[in-house]
């Protein structure tokens, strides 16, 4: 089901919506790689991965993978093939099983997508990052491409039924690559620099203000 999804969308999500993109060579070509992107919209996870050449895993709510009917079957298709992997936000051991879900994804030698922020901004700021990034990155030691997006708040506003015709920037950045730079920093600390170096270099492609503290995610999302 990738494999038929990724040959048709893409190429037609780029002609009619033309996102203007900067930086893709920052992206290898293959090998595991974390892109971390700030988190403005739904539809980021479907926008990243339309520009980028290689597959990109994201972790999406479970919701969208147990609906009922013909119209639950073809969400749960196209999630899937999206490449992306369910996850349930509400349980704790869920969330931390998440991660060893990436690890894998990371040790196939595949492109892992994940947001910092934990859930999309819903005023523009940027957030500040949680450590999972970077607990991947130094676990898996793997590089993690800083993401920047633009636009896609417009594209696919809540409540919105279908994605609108506006600009969308999507800029790569150059890799942050862990490996042999945090050797004798105690853990909890290296996890807490790597993740807000990501998070710095998140905030020059996008020139977004910085909230300085988490983002929660609201009880109705």
Do not use: C
Not at 180 to 203: C, I, K, N, Y
């Amino acid at each position: 089901m990738y494999g038929v999804l990724h040959t048709v969308v893409p190429p037609l999500a780029r002609a009619v919506w033309r996102p203007t993109v900067t930086g893709l060579h920052h992206v290898p070509a293959s090998g595991p790689v974390i892109l971390a992107s700030n988190h403005l919209s739904f539809v980021d996870s479907v926008v990243i991965p339309v520009v980028v050449p290689r597959k990109v895993v994201f972790l999406a709510k479970s919701d969208y993978f147990t609906g009922t009917g013909p119209a639950g079957r073809l969400q749960r298709a196209w999630f899937e093939g999206l490449g992306m992997l369910p996850v349930d936000r509400d349980d704790t051991k869920a969330a931390m099983a998440s991660l060893d879900t990436a690890l894998e994804v990371l040790a196939r030698g595949e492109a892992f997508g994940i947001y910092p922020e934990g859930t999309r901004s819903r005023d523009g700021r940027l957030y500040r990052g949680r450590t999972g990034v970077a607990h991947l990155a130094l676990t898996a030691g793997v590089p993690v491409v800083p993401v920047g997006l633009r636009g896609t708040e417009r594209l696919q506003p809540v409540g919105a039924r279908l994605p609108r015709i506006v600009p969308v920037e999507v800029t790569f950045g150059e890799p942050v690559d862990p490996r042999g730079r945090f050797d004798g920093v105690p853990l909890g600390r290296a996890r807490r620099l790597l993740t807000d170096e990501v998070m710095a270099a998140v905030q020059r492609l996008t020139g977004q203000e910085e909230a300085g503290v988490y983002n929660e995610r609201p009880a109705d999302a």
